[in-house]
C-alpha cells in the first residue's frame, strides 16, 4: 500500500513558477505527476524512475518543468517554470511499479493522490 499526499499548488500569472511536492509512504518503483483541466482527458506529464532517478517528460512541458527526488526517495517534486494558461489543470501525484514502457500512461499506476489546482492566469 502506498499513500500520496500533494501539496504546492495555487494561483500565478503566466510566466510564474511553483513546485509541487508529493510525499509518498511505501515504496513505489516509479512515481508521476498527472493533470487534468476540465472537460479534456487526464495527462501524464513527468515521472521519475525511484532507483535511477532517470525522469520522463510529455512534449507539452519537456524544458519547463522538472521532477526529482530528495535523497531518502519518499518525496517527488515538480517545479513548474514559464507557466502558461494551458497548464492550468487538477495535478494529481501518482505511484506504482512500472514496466519498462509507457511510464506517462495511468494505467502503470496503482496509487493516487487527492489532488492540487494550479491555475495559470493571463
Request: charged letters at 20%.
Amino acid at each position: 500500500q502506498v499513500r500520496l499526499v500533494e501539496s504546492g499548488g495555487g494561483t500565478v500569472q503566466a510566466g510564474g513558477s511553483l513546485r509541487l511536492s508529493c510525499v509518498a509512504s511505501g515504496s513505489p518503483s516509479c512515481t508521476a505527476w498527472f493533470r487534468q483541466a476540465p472537460g479534456k482527458e487526464r495527462e501524464g506529464v513527468a515521472a521519475i524512475r525511484t532507483a535511477s532517478d532517470s525522469p520522463y517528460y510529455s512534449d507539452s512541458v519537456k524544458g519547463r518543468f522538472t521532477i526529482s527526488q530528495n535523497s531518502a526517495r519518499n518525496t517527488v517534486y515538480l517545479q513548474l517554470n514559464r507557466l502558461k494558461p494551458e497548464d492550468t489543470a487538477m495535478y494529481y501525484c501518482a505511484a506504482g511499479f512500472c514496466g519498462d514502457y509507457e511510464i506517462l500512461k495511468s494505467m502503470q499506476y496503482k496509487y493516487w493522490g487527492q489532488g492540487t489546482q494550479v491555475t495559470v492566469s493571463s
